[in-house]
Nanobody, 121 residues
Framework: QVQLVESGAPLVQPGGSLRLSCAAS????????MGWYRQAPGKQRELVAT???????NYADSVKGRFTISRDDAKNTVYLQMNSLKPEDTRVYYC???????????????WGQGTQVTVSS
């Protein structure tokens, strides 16, 4: 089994910065893709950013130029650097990853438990 554990600060002021991290552990052969999604109460979960094993990135239009996703394969960790934060960035942020099993080599999709980010003065 695989676990994704997120960490970050829960409260930040508008215009501030915050870095989220997500560490994967367990039965891991290859982490094919990692990403961040976010969800507001009563809303659908939405893509924030993804990064592939080749380093290709994809961002939601709402965060382009403000957020940067990166990964450290030695640590099985993905980061989301969030700058110029706005109140509308307040969401629960979820880590997501496609990870292949060392026995079957088949990628499975996993979610973290989510971490609340609140942007408020």
């Amino acid at each position: 089994q695989v676990q994704l554990v997120e960490s970050g600060a829960p409260l930040v002021q508008p215009g501030g910065s915050l870095r989220l991290s997500c560490a994967a552990s367990g039965r891991i052969f290859t982490i094919v893709r990692m990403g961040w999604y976010r969800q507001a109460p009563g809303k659908q979960r939405e893509l924030v950013a993804t990064i592939t094993i080749d380093g290709d990135t994809n961002y939601a239009d709402s965060v382009k130029g403000r957020f940067t996703i990166s990964r450290d394969d030695a640590k099985n960790t993905v980061y989301l650097q969030m700058n110029s934060l706005k109140p509308e960035d307040t969401r629960v942020y979820y880590c997501n990853a496609d990870i292949s099993d060392p026995t079957t080599y088949t990628p499975n999709n996993y979610w973290g438990q989510g971490t609340q980010v609140t942007v408020s003065s």
